[in-house]
């Protein structure tokens, strides 16, 4: 592939941890030279000239202050090109700049590869070229990354702008933390479900995305980042931030959220172009076991099975202890039963509303982040409040409001 890269200026690699970011006040890292993690914002365009330099200095402005900046151009066709290369020849001014030129399209998921494949930082975040940073979007993120409770990646809320760059909503709906840092358990990937905003939401722990991304040649040309962001929560789990600190684009010729914004209960995506649910289950349960080596030091045969229970349903489970039953031959009984016990203790759970799943944390993350809800509570919660129906009647819950 021709591929073209072009280098400014040098990473901040060498600035030792300082006064805008602690993430316990700990001055005691500063003495000692410990420094700031990196994160690598790839940023991925595909024929955004309008209004990819609004993107580019919005990264300029953040306030955290080690990161670098790669631009992966997937082949555009509308003058971005020439932008690009006059934008990196401007700024040469001590931050870390890498352009790269794909000759051919290859879509959201190969452009990011791209740029993964030369990112040098310890976390990474995918960034669409149509949309904008807040100048502290990375501080934020990075003090919950840098708290009590390790998390696969964090998402925090967006303000929602139009082609203009004029503010429409001040919330992305999709975003559950609905004012408050919630910590997103593991949850089961048999039917599609989303609680984050998007991808430019997002920042990812970067030995994560090297555990999950996918094979060359598996690829998504959009959405991407639902690849992404269910195998991390599957792997790590995810953090949800309540401030507005990003602005999303919405023109009309967005690969997914292409809907205009009519009112509050319209959907915000076109679901016929995303690609079908079933792919993503079969492409992670796959890529599990491509690469059960890597997983099995980690997880172990049991936290492996566990997982792909969490993936597939009842056939597809079936289908893969028939071809891969070798990987499991040291756990004892019968495997399929195991999984309709596991997913029938979750019934409830995973039929819960969302504000009984998300955990509410402690923004400042200064304890551990208490166990995630069992599906075992969660039925025994639901049976008790059937029995008590039953045997107290229908205006129980009325006469203990009374009392």
């Not at 410990?34 to 609004?54: K, L, W």
């Not at 040098?120 to 502290?136: C, I, K």
């Not at 349903?313 to 891969?324: C, F, G, I, Q, S």
């Amino acid at each position: 592939m021709d591929v073209k890269i072009y280098l400014r200026g040098h990473s901040m690699n060498d600035m030792p941890l300082q006064t805008i970011l602690t993430s316990c006040d700990d001055f005691r890292l500063t003495e000692a030279d410990i420094r700031f993690p990196m994160v690598s914002i790839i940023i991925t365009s595909y024929n955004y000239a309008r209004y990819i330099i609004q993107c580019l200095d919005s990264v300029q402005r953040q306030t955290y202050p080690n990161w670098e900046m790669i631009i992966v151009d997937d082949a555009s066709t509308d003058g971005t090109i020439e932008i690009l290369e006059a934008y990196v020849a401007r700024h040469v001014d001590g931050k870390a700049i890498q352009y790269v030129r794909r000759s051919q399209n290859g879509g959201q998921m190969e452009a990011f590869r791209e740029g993964l494949s030369r990112a040098r930082g310890a976390f990474v975040m995918m960034l669409d070229a149509d949309d904008v940073l807040l100048p502290d979007f990375l501080d934020n993120h990075m003090r919950v990354h840098l708290g009590k409770k390790a998390v696969a990646f964090t998402s925090s809320n967006q303000y929602q702008i139009n082609e203009n760059g004029e503010i429409i909503c001040g919330d992305h709906p999709d975003h559950l933390g609905k004012g408050e840092y919630r910590y997103v358990p593991q949850q089961l990937f048999h039917d599609t479900w989303w609680a984050w905003a998007t991808a430019s939401s997002m920042v990812f722990r970067r030995s994560t995305l090297d555990l999950i991304m996918p094979d060359p040649g598996v690829t998504f040309r959009i959405c991407a980042d639902y690849y992404l962001a269910h195998f991390c929560q599957q792997v790590g789990n995810s953090i949800l931030i309540p401030g507005i600190y990003g602005c999303y684009r919405r023109h009309g010729a967005n690969n997914f959220s292409a809907n205009p914004l009519l009112g509050a209960i319209n959907a915000m995506g076109d679901f016929s172009r995303h690609p079908p649910h079933k792919d993503y289950r079969e492409a992670m349960a796959l890529h599990v076991l491509n690469h059960y080596d890597q997983f099995k030091p980690i997880f172990g045969h049991m936290g492996i099975l566990i997982m792909l229970f969490r993936i597939l349903p009842y056939k597809e489970m079936k289908d893969v202890l028939r071809n891969h039953g070798e990987k499991f031959a040291t756990l004892k009984g019968n495997l399929l039963k195991k999984h309709k016990k596991f997913c029938s203790t979750r019934k409830y759970y995973d039929r819960s509303p969302w504000e009984e799943r998300l955990m509410r944390i402690d923004p400042p993350q200064q304890y551990f982040v208490p166990p995630p809800p069992t599906p075992g509570r969660i039925v025994s919660t639901a049976i008790k409040k059937r029995m008590k129906r039953f045997f107290l009647g229908s205006n129980h819950e009325g006469e203990k409001h009374d009392k």
